[in-house]
């Protein structure tokens, strides 16, 4: 994901930003990522918000599976099943679009199962998660 954005992230804890489309087709978005600062950085992660994400569009299945410590992800759009599976400190914000013209509070943002063995970290989901 990014990998050349992300590398003073990765390197020196600095932070970075930066925005993406995102597509339903595009399952298990940020995993590699999460896998590195794994690697790198252990347990502990990366101080808060080192790493910000805002993507647009249709997120697919199992969006910020895994996410760590450091990295916070903001979707404006929905999400498929499986938001935030095995989150481990992360962040994760899902917000309808701003153009959206139904209410989010009627209407389902994210799928089912989300957060599903998550163990710490935090989302935030303007919506109804499930059908």
């Not at 794994?38 to 805002?54: C, D």
Request: hydrophobic share 40%; with cysteine.
């Amino acid at each position: 994901m990014k990998t050349l954005v992300t590398m003073p992230a990765l390197e020196r804890k600095e932070k970075v930003t930066f925005e993406s489309p995102i597509h339903n087709v595009d399952r298990t978005a940020t995993a590699l990522l999460s896998a590195e600062v794994s690697r790198r950085h252990g347990l502990q992660g990366l101080p808060p918000e080192t790493i910000n994400i805002t993507f647009q569009g249709s997120a697919g299945q199992s969006f910020g599976a895994f996410l760590p410590r450091g990295i916070t992800l903001m979707l404006e759009g929905d999400a498929n099943d499986g938001v935030g599976k095995g989150l481990s400190g992360g962040t994760i914000v899902i917000v309808p679009p701003a153009t959206c013209a139904f209410p989010s509070e009627e209407n389902v943002i994210a799928g089912n199962v989300a957060c599903y063995g998550a163990t710490s970290g935090r989302v935030f989901i303007r919506g109804i998660v499930g059908e």
